[in-house]
């Protein structure tokens, strides 16, 4: 298993605690594989096959990255710890919905090695 843990800007702190976000939190990639994102009390599971391209993205306005979020252009899901960088996670059938009324197309994740997490799923 390999674990991606989530780059946590300590300015957002107080809402992260609310969000029940933890330092142990991110993404994992299983020795079954499986793509695992836990972000508080919300998380997400595919098969890695189910991934069908990988994008680094960032920076980003925090507004727009920090939190858990949807996309204001799309169905997306955000895991967001930070506004600096991250990796959008396209998928090829859309993951259970997590919040909103839609399944999810893609997610972001605010991983602090988006460049490393890419290269893993792309394995």
Same mark, same amino acid.
């Given at each position: 298993m390999q674990h991606f843990p989530y780059r946590i800007d300590r300015r957002w702190s107080p809402l992260f605690a609310v969000l029940g976000?933890?330092?142990?939190?991110? !993404?994992? &990639?299983?020795d079954d594989g499986m793509f695992r994102a836990k972000y508080g009390r919300w998380s997400? =599971?595919?098969?890695?096959?189910?991934i069908d391209h990988t994008l680094v993205t960032g920076p980003h306005r925090w507004y727009?990255? !920090?939190? &858990?979020?949807?996309?204001f252009s799309d169905d997306g899901l955000t895991f967001g710890?930070?506004? =600096?960088?991250?990796?959008?996670?396209?998928?090829v059938e859309p993951i259970r919905r997590v919040i909103g009324l839609k399944d999810h197309s893609a997610l972001w994740v605010?991983?602090?090695?988006?460049?490393?997490l890419a290269a893993a799923i792309d394995r």
């Amino acid at each position: 298993m390999q674990h991606f843990p989530y780059r946590i800007d300590r300015r957002w702190s107080p809402l992260f605690a609310v969000l029940g976000v933890k330092d142990s939190h991110g !993404v994992e &990639l299983t020795d079954d594989g499986m793509f695992r994102a836990k972000y508080g009390r919300w998380s997400v =599971e595919t098969p890695i096959d189910n991934i069908d391209h990988t994008l680094v993205t960032g920076p980003h306005r925090w507004y727009t990255a !920090v939190g &858990l979020r949807l996309s204001f252009s799309d169905d997306g899901l955000t895991f967001g710890t930070n506004h =600096e960088s991250g990796l959008c996670v396209a998928f090829v059938e859309p993951i259970r919905r997590v919040i909103g009324l839609k399944d999810h197309s893609a997610l972001w994740v605010s991983v602090a090695d988006p460049g490393a997490l890419a290269a893993a799923i792309d394995r």
